[in-house]
């Protein structure tokens, strides 16, 4: 786990900051200091008059952006790790956050458009396609007209689902209703990492000690639950290609 190295008088200190203090504090701008709290990565300030004074939670947010940034990543990819995270939490509990959700986090996001869509997946556009997709939560419409594709992985295996003749409508529905059985398996692996493991930590006060361990745990845990989940499911799907070959045999040798 990668800990932001926080200035102990700025992560302790009790005094509220003036944006130009807290941008010296992190060594960043003031301009990007605007820039990140408009794009939802920082809390916003407490106001006294026009004035905003930002606390040791601003800090701790500020120096976490500044070093995944330095690290290659995207403040798209930013506000997704932060998007989750507790407004108020110290530098150790986002470093914590950041590092368990890591291994979860799906690639950047592609901008591209309906029109480019349509083209790679070799049919007509169609609005009403794009609108089932942001209606299941795979595409987020800008405000240029562009689409932000939120797990490129999944429109690539979407595409190749499509270039075999299924329509595009047929597998949006289809997609729907195996996003409803992920997300319960997703909670089944999740509750029980929670059960066995990660209560216990939290209710000892995520000591400083064992966090290497859960961190372990969690990065282990994702293609363990792949393998077992691909696993079940490459089993499941020989029982029912085995059944649908059997009942068309069976209509061809009654015909």
Do not use: C, K
Request: proline share 7%; glycine share 8%; hydrophobic share 45%.
């Amino acid at each position: 786990m990668s800990t932001a190295q926080v200035d102990p008088a700025g992560e302790s200190s009790g005094r509220d900051l003036t944006v130009d203090e807290l941008a010296a504090r992190v060594g960043v701008t003031v301009r990007n200091v605007r820039a990140y709290s408009a794009r939802g990565l920082l809390p916003p300030p407490r106001m006294v008059g026009r004035t905003g004074y930002y606390g040791r939670e601003h800090v701790a947010r500020l120096l976490l952006v500044r070093e995944m940034l330095a690290e290659g990543y995207s403040l798209a990819m930013i506000e997704r790790t932060l998007s989750s995270a507790p407004p108020t939490a110290s530098s150790a509990t986002l470093a914590l956050h950041r590092a368990l959700l890591a291994p979860w986090l799906p690639p950047e996001p592609e901008i591209t458009t309906g029109t480019e869509l349509a083209a790679r997946a070799g049919v007509p556009e169609q609005p009403e396609v794009i609108d089932q997709l942001v209606g299941l939560g795979l595409v987020e419409r800008l405000d240029d007209g562009r689409v932000r594709v939120l797990d490129p992985a999944l429109l690539m295996a979407g595409l190749q689902v499509v270039a075999l003749g299924v329509p595009p409508e047929a597998l949006i529905t289809a997609q729907a209703q195996v996003n409803e059985h992920v997300r319960a398996l997703a909670r089944t692996y999740v509750q029980m990492f929670v059960d066995t493991g990660w209560r216990s930590f939290v209710e000892a006060g995520a000591p400083r000690e064992r966090r290497d361990e859960i961190l372990a745990t969690v990065t282990r845990l994702q293609p363990v639950a792949a393998q077992a989940v691909l696993a079940a499911f490459r089993t499941e799907m020989a029982r029912e290609v085995a059944a649908a070959v059997e009942a068309a045999l069976s209509q061809l040798g009654d015909e």
